[in-house]
């Protein structure tokens, strides 16, 4: 854990957008969310820019096949292997870098150092999520596969190497979130690995983050594993599932107290479901997801100087229209919220 870092709720994103031109999304991020910008990951334009694929060059035997992502045994994958073992231990991405192809968004970010944002935001899939997602022949995730898992977790961290590196050519100051859906999964028959395993590869992706570092998930989950972490920043969804992190407040208030910040996803991410919402109502929303926090002895004004404003989870399923609402609503209850508590 760094020292504390006071993000006062400014706004950022957690990533993913609709639109389909990397650089109309990038004017998008820099109008909105100019004080944390995060690089647009763009589905719609390609495939590749799929949150599991978007990640996936370099790796061992990988290969693509329409939606599937596999991984294969070809001669030359002991060799691959050694290569990329080599290069985790000398923290050497050179290799593992992330090109304009599957990240065109990211390449256009470069632009927004004209504008010296104070901080820039990347994010970076988390190994559960891609060792489940990327799979073999018979349909199994590589987590299963221990000498997989090990490699993945150190493959991931190279590609966060890079990418921070990459990022802070915009920026000097760098925050990486490792997103991890599949963690609203964990203890059921779906995600079959012991917690030590979760926070082991979790923490090895984590290591390779030399600025901030945030892990995100959008749903219900242990927090009690991510509160522990190494992480400085929890990111959620406080929208829908503000109730699942409430029944951590020790954890939270623990977390806090060392320097922690909570990334509150606190603007729905449903087209039908965001019409219907404002700053106000927001606003109002936001303190009743604080409110059993504050219940447990932790300070209002701690939770609001501790804390970042996002929307719930990625942007991409929304209509372009609407994408540009949830981050105008964003931008605005932030300034709301900055000030009225002083900021």
């Known amino acids: ?9 400014l706004p950022t994103a957690i990533g993913s957008m609709p639109q389909t031109d990397a650089k109309e999304a990038c ?17 719609k334009r390609s495939h590749l820019e799929n949150m599991y694929v978007q990640f996936s060059q370099g790796f061992p035997g990988l290969v693509l096949e329409g939606d599937k ?7 030359d994958f002991d060799s691959k292997l050694e290569q990329l073992y080599n290069a985790a231990s000398e923290d050497n991405p050179d290799d593992y870098g ?25 994010q970076i899939t988390g190994p559960i999520s891609w060792g489940l997602s990327v799979t073999d022949r018979e349909g199994r995730g590589i987590l299963y596969d221990d000498l997989l898992a090990e490699a993945l977790a150190k493959f991931l961290r190279l590609k966060a190497i890079w990418q921070e590196s990459f990022l802070s050519q915009v920026s000097p100051n760098t925050v990486i ?11 059921t028959a779906f995600v079959a690995i012991p917690n030590e395993q979760v926070t082991t590869l ?42 699942s992190l409430s029944c951590y407040p020790a954890e939270v208030k623990a977390f806090l107290e060392r320097g922690g910040s909570i990334a509150w996803g606190i603007v729905a991410n449903e087209e039908d479901i965001l019409a219907g919402e404002s700053v106000s109502s927001l606003y109002d929303r936001l303190g009743e997801a604080m409110a059993p926090f504050t219940r447990e002895g932790i300070p209002f004004k701690q939770l609001v100087a501790q804390g970042l404003l996002t929307p719930s989870c990625s942007l991409a399923s929304l209509s372009p229209e609407a994408c540009i609402r949830a981050l105008e609503v964003l931008a605005g209850l932030s300034t709301r919220m900055r000030s009225k508590y002083s900021v």
């Not at 992502?69 to 001669?75: F, K, S």
């Open 202 to 243: 979790l923490e090895e992706v984590l290591s390779g983050i030399t600025g901030l570092k945030g892990v995100h998930c959008c749903g219900g989950t242990d927090w009690s594993l991510l509160l522990k972490s190494s992480t400085d920043i929890l990111s959620f969804d406080a929208y829908n599932y503000a109730d």
């Open 69 to 75: 992502i596999l991984v294969e045994r070809p001669a």
């Open 27 to 43: 004017s998008i991020v820099a109008k909105y969310l100019p004080d944390l910008p995060a690089w647009p990951q763009l589905p």
């Open 177 to 187: 979130f490792v997103d991890e859906p599949y963690l609203t999964s964990l203890g």
């Open 98 to 122: 992330i090109s304009a192809e599957y990240a065109a968004g990211l390449h256009a970010f470069l632009a927004l150092k004209e504008r010296h944002p104070g901080m820039v935001k990347g």
């Open 1 to 9: 854990m760094t020292s504390k870092i006071e993000f006062n709720c």
